[in-house]
T-cell receptor
Framework: DAGVIQSPRHEVTEMGQEVTLRCKPI?????LFWYRQTMMRGLELLIY????????DSGMPEDRFSAKMPNASFSTLKIQPSEPRDSAVYFC?????????FGPGTRLTVL | GQNIDQPTEMTATEGAIVQINCTYQ??????LFWYQQHAGEAPTFLSY????GLEEKGRFSSFLSRSKGYSYLLLKELQMKDSASYLC????????????FGRGTQLTVWP
């Protein structure tokens, strides 16, 4: 079975540009999570969905961040406009009954 | 948020045994997870405890005491490849899908 799929794996962009990160969760999982990881702050939960509905977005740092889950097999995290402090690894994870499987992550660098 | 505490760093030598502790304070506790994360990679699931006691999986064991809000991960016969960050995460009954992660313990195994 395929695990969580994320794209792109690496993204380098300039400040002010729009960035879209994509995630395909494991089939049959009913929860989807977006995390951000940095050396300074560790693994932070940004937002999570249950059955495609956003449950808690209190971790989204600012209005520049938005996430959607139009169907059970796809989600996006968008940053517009991007800033250098957004540079981090962004992980998508999905779960069924609590056991979360993580995607490989997207390493974002904003210059 | 939840108070989850782990040591920041630990070191050990190959062949030794190391115990990584995790303490937590949360209401509605509903399970504790350990994840392993190698540098540049995604976290991967190691173990899960919901009842008091020891769960053994090969060289790795995890212990839980719910009354003390305490868990540990025990790694035996350490190998160089065990050098990684170990993340403790707690699940609450009121938010079953979500895990609350600690900052992680960076373990370095020396030859």
């Amino acid at each position: 079975d395929a695990g969580v799929i994320q794209s792109p794996r690496h993204e380098v962009t300039e400040m002010g540009q729009e960035v879209t990160l994509r995630c395909k969760p494991i089939s049959g999982h009913d929860y989807l999570f977006w995390y951000r990881q940095t050396m300074m702050r560790g693994l932070e939960l940004l937002i999570y969905f249950n059955n495609n509905v956003p449950i808690d977005d209190s971790g989204m740092p600012e209005d520049r961040f938005s996430a959607k889950m139009p169907n059970a097999s796809f989600s996006t995290l968008k940053i517009q406009p991007s800033e250098p402090r957004d540079s981090a690894v962004y992980f998508c994870a999905s779960s069924l009954q609590g056991l979360q499987g993580f995607g490989p992550g997207t390493r974002l660098t904003v210059l | 948020g939840q108070n989850i505490d782990q040591p920041t760093e630990m070191t050990a030598t190959e062949g030794a045994i190391v115990q990584i502790n995790c303490t937590y304070q949360t209401s509605g506790f509903n399970g504790l997870f350990w994840y392993q994360q190698h540098a540049g990679e995604a976290p991967t699931f190691l173990s899960y405890n919901v009842l008091d006691g020891l769960e053994e999986k090969g060289r790795f064991s995890s212990f839980l005491s719910r009354s003390k809000g305490y868990s540990y991960l025990l790694l035996k016969e350490l190998q160089m490849k065990d050098s990684a960050s170990y993340l403790c995460a707690v699940r609450r009954g009121s938010t079953l899908g979500r895990l609350y992660f600690g900052r992680g313990t960076q373990l370095t195994v020396w030859p």
